[in-house]
Nanobody, 113 residues
Framework: QVQLVESGGGLVQPGGSLRLSCAASGIIFSIFAMDWYRQAPGKQRELVAA???????NYADSVKGRFTASRDNAKSTVYLQMNSLKPEDTAVYYC???????WGKGTLVTVSS
């Protein structure tokens, strides 16, 4: 059974940082690309960051230069380092095994003073 468990969300002030983690089980993690999505209240889910099997990354324009995705295949975990957070980054963040229906339950990030 495939499981994805996100963690690391919370309340942070504008300009602050958070590091999200997504721990995977039930898959051969190293052969899959992984994606980070977010969904803000009243908005559609959007792709934030993508990390391929070889560790190459792509980012949405709105987070480029502020967010960094990485992966540790030995731990079957993907990370999202979020710096210079803005109120508009407030959302539930999800990880996804690319091109599959495997999703985590999400972790809430709230950026507010």
């Amino acid at each position: 059974q495939v499981q994805l468990v996100e963690s690391g969300g919370g309340l942070v002030q504008p300009g602050g940082s958070l590091r999200l983690s997504c721990a995977a089980s039930g898959i051969i993690f190293s052969i899959f690309a992984m994606d980070w999505y977010r969904q803000a209240p009243g908005k559609q889910r959007e792709l934030v960051a993508a990390i391929s099997r070889d560790g190459s990354t792509n980012y949405a324009d709105s987070v480029k230069g502020r967010f960094t995705a990485s992966r540790d295949n030995a731990k079957s975990t993907v990370y999202l380092q979020m710096n210079s957070l803005k109120p508009e980054d407030t959302a539930v963040y999800y990880c996804n095994v690319r091109a599959t229906t495997y999703w985590g339950k999400g972790t809430l990030v709230t950026v507010s003073s």
